[in-house]
């Protein structure tokens, strides 16, 4: 018996995790209601998206903490040892990753940030999670960083610019494997049509699925598996 309850462990459940997630999560909440004010909002309307980044450099936008364990579910239901992750933010997501990476046993959550100033503060976060060896930070565009991925990808977790979404699936696509999971948030934002289309027509390779989470107001995510 006590072997089995050492297996059932989860690093979801270290103080270390927790007290970070509960602290990010406590901070975002703050920081979400900062940018629901529409004098934030002004200071990206009418410009690129680009912008619209710059601008929320210090919001989180954080996946929720249903969808979280969703990721780290599928990472450990894959038996995940190689994790592509566009969109490092604070590193919340990240945490959900790399805890599944820790109890697979082996790996890397290879996570991209577009700002260094967030991916600065990510690195402490994994950190303080106790998580940073199971994590190579890239910071910089996407198309650029991620123009090199590794082998034998096991999960991709797209969080990042909705524009780039295709583009940064293009480029990973030939080492995903098969088997291997595409979640993809937010795929009810403005823009995600041509990214939906393929990864859901089952000529491209992939069956999908949409799904809501609770809790996240109703927030539309997508998980696809690669034939």
Do not use: C
């Not at 780290?72 to 805890?99: D, P």
């Not at 930070?137 to 979404?165: E, Q």
């Amino acid at each position: 018996m006590e072997a089995l309850s050492e297996t059932m462990k989860s690093s979801l459940n270290d103080p270390p995790v927790t007290e970070v997630l509960d602290a990010l999560y406590a901070d975002a909440a703050k920081s979400d209601a900062v940018r629901r004010n529409p004098i934030w909002g002004s200071e990206a309307a009418g410009k690129t998206e680009a912008d619209f980044y710059k601008a929320a450099r210090k919001s989180y936008m954080a996946v929720g903490r249903d969808f979280g364990n969703l990721l780290y579910s599928l990472a450990r239901s894959t038996k995940a040892e190689t994790v592509v992750e566009f969109g490092t933010s604070f590193g919340i997501s990240t945490i959900f990753l790399a805890s599944a990476i820790r109890d697979n046993g082996s790996g890397k959550v290879i996570t991209t940030e577009f700002e260094p100033e967030k991916a600065e503060q990510a690195k402490r976060n994994l950190a303080a999670a106790g998580l940073e060896q199971w994590v190579e930070f890239r910071v910089g565009d996407a198309l650029k960083t991620l123009s090199d991925p590794p082998r034998g990808i096991d999960m991709i977790f797209l969080d990042g610019a909705k524009s780039l979404y295709f583009g940064v699936l293009k480029l990973l696509e030939p080492q995903l494997r098969s088997g291997g999971i595409v979640a993809s948030d937010n795929t009810d934002h403005d823009g995600m049509a041509a990214f939906l289309a393929y990864i859901r027509d089952g000529r491209h390779g992939y069956t999908s699925a949409a799904i809501l989470t609770s809790g996240e107001r109703g927030k539309a995510h997508e998980i696809t598996v690669r034939h």
